[in-house]
Nanobody, 121 residues
Framework: QVQLVESGGGLVQAGGSLRLSCAASVRTFSSYAMGWFRQAPGKEREFVAAISRSGGITYYADSVKGRFTISRDNAKNTVYLQMNSLKPEDTAVYYC??????????????WGQGTQVTVSS
């Protein structure tokens, strides 16, 4: 069982930055690929970024490429999402997810509760 807790969300002006963190309660964090997803009001959940177990491979949605960076610290059981040049359309609840397989689809086995990110124009 993997428990995930996101933090770092909040209200920021367009053009600003936020860093999301996701702490995992699991002994073998380095065995899991990690992903970030988001869901805006009235929209389906969408893929944002994913990172392999070692951190050597990363995937990004086209909408965030060049602005967001996913990283992980296996010693701290934590995955991060650095978000720069934020836009109002980035407003959503952001979720982290864990799975034994690296993927950009939503079929992750474990999910956090989410953290709200609001970008004002």
């Amino acid at each position: 069982q993997v428990q995930l807790v996101e933090s770092g969300g909040g209200l920021v002006q367009a053009g600003g930055s936020l860093r999301l963190s996701c702490a995992a309660s699991v002994r073998t964090f380095s065995s899991y690929a990690m992903g970030w997803f988001r869901q805006a009001p009235g929209k389906e959940r969408e893929f944002v970024a994913a990172i392999s177990r070692s951190g050597g491979i990363t995937y990004y949605a086209d909408s965030v490429k060049g602005r967001f960076t996913i990283s992980r610290d296996n010693a701290k059981n934590t995955v991060y999402l650095q978000m720069n040049s934020l836009k109002p359309e980035d407003t959503a609840v952001y979720y982290c997810a864990a799975d034994l397989t690296l993927r950009s689809s939503g079929n992750y086995a474990y999910w956090g509760q989410g953290t709200q990110v609001t970008v004002s124009s």
